[in-house]
T-cell receptor, first 113, second 115 residues
Framework: KQEVTQIPAALSVPEGENLVLNCSFT??????LQWFRQDPGKGLTSLLL?????REQTSGRLNASLDKSSGRSTLYIAASQPGDSATYLC????????????FGIGTKLQVIP | DTEVTQTPKHLVMGMTNKKSLKCEQH?????MYWYKQKAKKPPELMFV???????INESVPSRFSPECPNSSLLNLHLHALQPEDSALYLC??????????????FGNGTRLTVT
């Protein structure tokens, strides 16, 4: 059974700081890994999708890496802004017939002006 | 703005009521999902529809009844719910199910309160 862990559970940083969020998963047989942000009481917004054959993806100030063999992914946020404050979740899509998506519990980020 | 639209945004219902949640997408996605999310928890998969056919039911109680009338619409019919069913219900869609992958797109959810 796939298990996804995100560390830290919460993070508070001053504006402008670069930061890294971590995601680890127990079963390396995955199709892809997707990072989302969720604002309070809202749905999930897709940030980046990394296919199992890829090492990283970039979008603006965001960079996500994937090391499938070690079961790890990181989300790097450069020059953080107060608008980045949200909960960040990673989700792993397993390979195989079922292809279930398993979510981590998320990291709650607060960027202080 | 999300490309997956969910209505209503908020719903309060009694345990004897019957209500429905609606989800709509016009991206041509052929896989649609219902998730349930409790406070400070990750989303939990409930149902998956592939090409308008139910392909996954995660052992969800029968008081939740999904329906996919066409490729753009997904409904979740609710009947005789319990207070513990109160949660944020999220709809998501994906371009297709198969070996070629695409990201999940989520709606903003329906906040359901069962009294």
């Amino acid at each position: 059974k796939q298990e996804v862990t995100q560390i830290p559970a919460a993070l508070s940083v001053p504006e402008g700081e670069n930061l890294v969020l971590n995601c680890s998963f127990t079963d390396s047989a995955i199709y892809n890994l997707q990072w989302f942000r969720q604002d309070p009481g809202k749905g999930l917004t897709s940030l980046l999708l990394i296919q199992s054959s890829q090492r990283e993806q970039t979008s603006g100030r965001l960079n996500a890496s994937l090391d499938k063999s070690s079961g790890r992914s990181t989300l790097y946020i450069a020059a953080s802004q107060p608008g980045d404050s949200a909960t960040y979740l990673c989700a792993v899509r397993n390979s195989g017939g079922y292809q279930k998506v398993t979510f981590g519990i998320g990291t709650k980020l607060q960027v202080i002006p | 703005d999300t490309e997956v639209t969910q209505t209503p945004k908020h719903l309060v219902m009694g345990m004897t009521n019957k209500k429905s949640l609606k989800c709509e997408q016009h991206m041509g996605h052929r896989a649609m999902y219902w998730y349930k999310q409790k406070a400070k928890k990750p989303p939990e998969l409930m149902f998956v529809y592939s090409y308008e056919k139910l392909s996954i039911n995660e052992s969800v109680p029968s008081r939740f009844s999904p329906e996919c009338p066409n490729s753009s619409l997904l409904n979740l019919h609710l009947h005789a719910l319990q207070p513990e069913d109160s949660a944020l219900y999220l709809c998501a869609s994906r371009q297709k199910i198969g070996t070629t992958d695409s990201p999940l797109h989520f709606g903003n959810g329906t906040r359901l309160t069962v009294t």
